[in-house]
């Protein structure tokens, strides 16, 4: 059976490459190619930038108010089409399907209309210089690069396209070669709904693609999702032409539970925090720091809990709850962290091993794992694992906690669970960490900004805060009076 090619979208539709040089796309929880992609040459990267152009000169003379309208559009297709597109990220990703049909379209569209909502109220200010005076006018950026990572390619397409757009920007748009199909998808998407042609281009490849954006010196922003190694490289390619950068990405964030909390939903929040998504989330809480008092019966029911209520499997299997990793090379990294864990002196309490479970026998799965015993030096408590890797640790009080948490350069999200009010802010507003949780954790709604301290990221993505970013101020001097010159 032949398979099926996608090719890129550019000026409201899809553009052959010429060559039909194309890249394959692997279903996780399978081990099968589900299709080709034709790759972004030159021709493809020419054309997706001439008609960028073309899109801002149309894009960025609407009222925000036309533009907000369309842009609305979009979300109620989004919401339309939710079981369409969810069905596509379980296919790319190998997360469940029981996750990707309540949240991954449902958080890309949020966004889209928070931000659509928030369009028109962009306003410059003014102020009286004596007789003269000043205004300020909040202009868009021009083209902006979105470049993602793997694990929620259509959200992550979605959370940067819709405050970009919502301020007159257009953007060109690269997911990971691992999901690309997702921003396809948002890219019809938006066409149907009257985005102008050319306002959101998806180019596919590898990481070459993505260095090509971040070193054009047409493009006046990169927003990228991805980790610290890769982000690092997108900043120093940005400053080459001094673009603007958002920067997300990864964590090693702790989740601190107290002696007074209520136990299972501390419980809930650490398995949240480790294997939803099959525990390929950047705001993972890894570092679980248990208080002694309340550790025996935190571990036993965290144990029963992993071993009794996980289930894994085929990812389209509605019963499903922890899904395949992306990819045979991921779920070997994820092996080899668990083998660390295992010859550093961490005691392995759940899991440990692939899983090969017999609705998908070929997919990449590894089991919950959660290692005890663990100390702040090992590799699997510093390092980002991005898999359902478990670290837990014990501590006595409130100010060796903190200061553990926070010895790291990775400053991305934290979480704690008191039933001490005060206790619960004073310990959050002393985490080096943007995105916070006391007595929850994960949740991230739109309204919400979102970003890391330190080396997990900056800039801040959802929230209106995000507005500043993808705009430039104008400042504008008006003489009301004779110049008064020395010549
Ligand atoms: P990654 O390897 O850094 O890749 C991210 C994206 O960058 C991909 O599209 C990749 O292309 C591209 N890329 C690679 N090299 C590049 C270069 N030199 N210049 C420009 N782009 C380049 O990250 P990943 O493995 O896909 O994603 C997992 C990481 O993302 C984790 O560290 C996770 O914590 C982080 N993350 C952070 C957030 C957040 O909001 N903070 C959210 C989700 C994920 P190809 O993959 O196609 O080669």
Redesign the pocket.
Known sequence: MSLVVHQNYIHGQYLSNGTGETFEVINPATGQISYLVEVANDEIKQAAIASAKQGFAVWSKMTAMERSRILQKAVALLREQNDVLAAIEVLDTGKPWQEASVVDVVTGADAIEFFAGLAPSIEGNQQPVGDDFYYTRREPLGICAG??????PLQ?ACWKAAPALACGNVMVF?????TPLGALKLAEIFTQAGVPDGVFNVVQG??RV??W??LHDEIAKVS?????G?GT??MA?AATTLKEVTM????KSPLIIFDDADVDNAISAAMLANFYTQGEI?TNGTRVFVQKGIYPRFIQKLVERTQNNIVCGDPMDEATNFGALISQAHQQKVLEYIEQGKSQGATLVAGGHALTPENAPNGYFVAPTIFTDCSDEMSIVKE?I?GPVMSVLTFDDEAEVIARANDTHLG?AAGVFTQDITRAHRVIHQMQAGICWINAYGASPSEMP?G?YKM??IGR?NGSETLKAYTQIKAVYVGMTTLESPF
């Open positions: 470049i993602g990572a793997w694990n929620y992550i690269k997911p990971s070669e691992e590898d990481g993505g260095a954006l971040t990228f999702t991805g980790e610290v890769t490289k997108v390619a997300e990405l990864g964590g950047c980002e991005f991305l979102v890391g997990s990221g993505e």
